[in-house]
């Protein structure tokens, strides 16, 4: 876990100690350490760290009404440290984006690994949402692909492949992308 940042929000200073000691000894960047909920979300926001490590029991504003905010944000991976295990807690966390969880007493091998798989959990999130942009881009640019090959070989009595290749060498001529020159077909159309 060398150069992770963490964002430490955990209201019992003897357990934030011990765990800025557990991470800064498995090479953990502490960029922030505070005790309540507000000062949680506005460290997290500011500092952009990798890690949210929360204990659920943070005064002022709630650790899930963090977690949701810091969730929707899509800027850190989110770990809660709980007294104990419930059924309703753990929901809770599923649904407000905690990615790992750990229930006291901690200890070296127990909070790492949950740490690391909430760590690995989020980078794989925020891959697959990248996918997902770059195939409604993709799609987008099909659809309007699609539409202005049809305006061509209805205006110019083109094929479909015909007026594939028109769009594709207007748009290495001009420098511009396909669905630019789609665009403007399209434009001039209406």
């Known amino acids: 876990m060398y150069g ?3 964002v430490l929000a955990i209201s019992d200073l003897p357990l ?3 765990v800025r000691e557990m991470l800064s000894k498995s090479g953990c960047l502490i960029v922030a350490a505070v005790e309540d909920g507000r000062s949680a979300l506005q460290a997290t926001l500011n500092c952009q760290p990798d890690l949210l490590l929360l204990n659920n029991k943070l005064p002022g504003m709630g650790c899930f009404e963090v977690a949701n905010i810091v ?3 899509r800027n850190s991976a989110i770990a809660l440290i709980s007294d104990s295990w419930e059924e ?8 407000s984006g905690v990615l790992g969880f750990v229930v ?5 091998a127990s909070l790492l690994p949950a740490l ?6 989020f980078q794989r999130i925020q891959k697959l949402e990248k996918e997902v942009d770059h195939l409604k881009r993709h799609i987008e640019t099909r659809k309007v692909v699609e539409k202005a090959k049809g305006i061509l070989m209805r205006k110019r009595g083109l094929n479909e492949d015909e007026a594939f290749r028109w769009i594709q060498q207007q ?4 420098h511009a992308s396909m669905k630019a020159i789609a665009q403007a077909i399209i434009i001039t159309e209406k």
């Open 4 to 6: 992770v940042r963490v």
């Open 104 to 108: 006291k007493p901690l200890t070296e």
């Open 116 to 121: 690391d798989i909430a760590l690995t959990s």
């Open 88 to 95: 309703d807690l753990l929901e809770q966390a599923k649904r």
């Open 171 to 174: 748009s290495m001529n001009k």
């Open 71 to 73: 969730t929707e944000s």
């Open 16 to 18: 934030q100690r011990t």
